[in-house]
């Protein structure tokens, strides 16, 4: 038997959906939408984190010179005198952050009794938190500083009163770094391969039945097998469209960003981006298999829609799930679908030795998987209830 | 030759045919004529392999549908009760696709699909997406579609059915012609001139059961009636 009549099906269901502006577009958009919310969220990111760079500061009170001196002399801060009120200046905005340098200030640091400074932002502003904690960091900056020289003036090294020195480092490489941001790019690829078969997988199974063209192509003596294949192709091809499509405009965007700020760094180039599709694409093959064996139950193309989306819920939550545990290490992770997919590719973009395994048991047990599901495709459209149950 | 031999036929506690027999032999036009719910299209699709018949068979030139399905379409060209093409592709592709399916390709095919639309009339229609065609031109696709591998036995379901005057004379000089050509043609219809224009044979179906068979002669002298209208009221009533 040759598989002859599967390649005519596929061809039609592809020369059909490409007239579909529905079939498009839900190919596209998800593949374009995601990468743009990415970058967007991402550079929003990396504004915040360099927001602290520059900032301004309004003083109140009179005895805040010496402050807003030594401030002056830091780098990207600008200082202006404030004489009204100074929680009234931070609420209409005059400056990122607000000083009141209290009544008494001067007094009490010549007694050296506690000073007080009051700083006052609006949270709710954008970028402003990480102006707000430079601020606070540079005016105990200064109080430090008075404090070793009280030190010094009474004989005492300034070391005395600093017993622990703690030095941070981050041992993350920018490439472990990325595959943080690698979870999130998997997640919109995954999605999209949930979306971009969705309209051909439901189209050419429940809207072919509705649209009463099903009985037929029923009646064209060809093997049932044969079409359920066709069609589970068909949507496969659509899915892996969207997938390429998705991986290229990621790494487009992503690597126009700058992310250095956020210590970072994300180019995928064609070797990795094709790793990626390879890793991916068993997951396509099953996807496009549940979302045609589904649009079988459905009783019109709508409620196919309605149970193909639901698919998205349960690669999102093993998506999460994933980068939450580590269960990454268990051999028998790579057999599960989605998880398997996530494992691998993140395996192999990491350059970890097993990964080659990882990808190959991820692709077998989702193409086991979804020749079961072709299977019942093909017992639903051999089964009377798909002409005489309208 | 189509032979459906004491068919019964029901979905769950309904039953759709009840022992139905007939024959529809080759050069003849023979209708199923019945009201609508009779139990014409379920016949039909036992025949047509689609619905397996929980007891009785049908054969199409001896193969038993029930048994070879494939066999059986084969052998078979039909046009459903809906034409159920596809909108976005143009009059030649839905013939094409279909010839294609029965393992059709080439040259031949595409000299197969010029025929068929010269002679139905759709020329200036071929290379147009059938989206915006009228229900007469949908129906004509249809049927062009059910001829492109040149079955010996025909089947058409209600295939006048809201066709204007132009439409269903085209139609009609079709089916004569088929049956010139020596094939088998089933067809149903609830239309009684149709079917009196039309059928060499009639089989009265009601209640998925056979009530009479005969020419149209036949049958309204058997109800004693003056038109076949009003034997097949007759003799519906009387079943």
Redesign the interface.
């Known amino acids: 038997m040759s598989l002859?009549?599967a390649a005519?099906?596929v061809r039609?269901e592809l020369?059909?959906s490409l007239?579909?502006r529905r079939a498009i577009v839900s190919m596209l958009l998800p593949a374009l939408l995601g990468p743009v919310l990415v970058s967007f969220v991402l550079q929003q990111r990396v504004v915040e984190a360099r927001s602290g760079d520059q900032v301004r500061i309004a003083i109140a009170g009179r005895d805040g010179e010496a402050l807003a001196a030594w401030l002056q002399q830091q780098s990207g801060v600008s200082v202006v005198a404030l004489r009204s009120d100074a929680e009234a200046a931070a609420r209409a905005h005059e400056a990122d952050v607000t000083l009141e340098v209290e009544e008494g200030f001067a007094r009490d640091l010549a007694r050296s009794r506690p000073a007080h400074v009051r700083l006052f932002t609006d949270s709710t502003r954008a970028g402003v938190e990480p102006k707000a904690r430079r601020v606070a960091g540079l005016v105990n900056h200064f109080g430090a500083e008075l404090a070793a020289q009280r030190l010094i003036v009474r004989g005492v090294a300034p070391s005395v009163i600093a017993p622990i020195a703690l030095d941070r480092f981050d041992v993350a490489s920018a490439r472990q770094r990325a595959a943080l941001l690698l979870n999130v790019v998997l997640g919109i690829v995954m999605v999209t391969l949930v979306t971009a078969g969705m309209q051909v997988a439901t189209d050419s199974t429940a809207g072919e039945r509705e649209?009463?063209?099903?009985?037929?192509?029923?009646?064209?003596?060809?093997?049932r097998w044969q079409i359920a294949v066709g069609k589970w192709l068909a949507a496969t091809a659509a899915a892996l469209a969207g997938m390429a499509v998705a991986i290229a405009v990621m790494d487009a965007a992503l690597s126009r960003l700058s992310l250095e700020g956020l210590g970072l760094r994300f180019h995928l180039g064609p070797r990795d981006a094709m790793t990626i599709f390879a890793v991916m694409s068993p997951l396509a093959f099953l996807l496009a298999a549940i979302e045609t064996g589904l649009s079988c139950f459905a009783k019109s193309y709508r409620e196919a829609q309605g149970f193909a989306a639901v698919l998205i819920l349960p690669v999102v939550v093993l998506g999460g799930a994933f980068a939450s545990y580590p269960v990454a290490d268990h051999a028998w992770v790579s057999w599960l679908p989605v998880i398997g997919q996530y494992a691998a590719a993140s395996q192999v973009l990491a350059g970890k030795a097993a990964a080659f395994d990882a990808a190959i048991g991820a692709a077998a047990g989702n193409l086991a998987l979804a020749a079961l599901a072709v299977w019942l495709v093909a017992r639903m459209l051999s089964s009377?209830r798909m002409?005489?149950g309208r | 030759m189509i032979r459906v031999v004491r068919v019964r036929k029901s979905f769950g506690a309904k039953v759709a045919l009840e022992d139905l027999s007939f024959e529809a032999r080759d050069g003849r036009v023979t209708g199923l004529l019945g009201a609508n719910g009779a139990g014409k299209t379920t016949a039909l699709r036992v025949v047509s392999g689609l619905l397996r018949p929980d007891a009785g068979n049908a054969t199409v030139d001896d193969v038993d549908s029930g048994v070879d399905r494939e066999g059986a379409q084969r052998r078979l060209g039909v046009v459903t009760d809906e034409s159920g093409l596809y909108a976005r592709l143009t009059c030649r592709e839905q013939i094409r696709y279909f010839g294609n399916l029965r393992g059709l390709r080439g040259a031949g095919l595409e000299r197969r699909i010029d025929r068929l639309v010269e002679a139905l009339g759709l020329e200036e229609l071929a290379e147009r997406r059938v989206a915006g065609f009228s229900h007469g031109e949908r129906r004509k696709v249809a049927l062009a579609r059910a001829l492109v591998h040149d079955p010996r036995n025909v089947i058409l379901d209600e295939p006048t059915n809201g066709l204007d005057v132009m439409s269903t004379r085209t139609v009609r000089a079709i089916v004569r012609e088929l049956r010139a050509e020596g094939r088998c043609v089933l067809f149903s219809s609830h239309v009684m001139q149709e079917v009196a224009a039309l059928c060499d044979w009639i089989v009265v179906v009601a209640g998925g059961r056979r009530v009479a068979q005969g020419t149209a002669e036949e049958l309204v002298a058997r109800a004693g009636m003056r038109t076949l209208e009003d034997a097949f009221v007759a003799l519906a009533e009387e079943a």
Do not use: Q
């Open positions: 002859f009549a005519v099906v039609k020369v059909d007239r579909d649209r009463g063209s099903l009985e037929a192509l029923l009646l064209n003596a060809v093997p009377e002409i005489a």
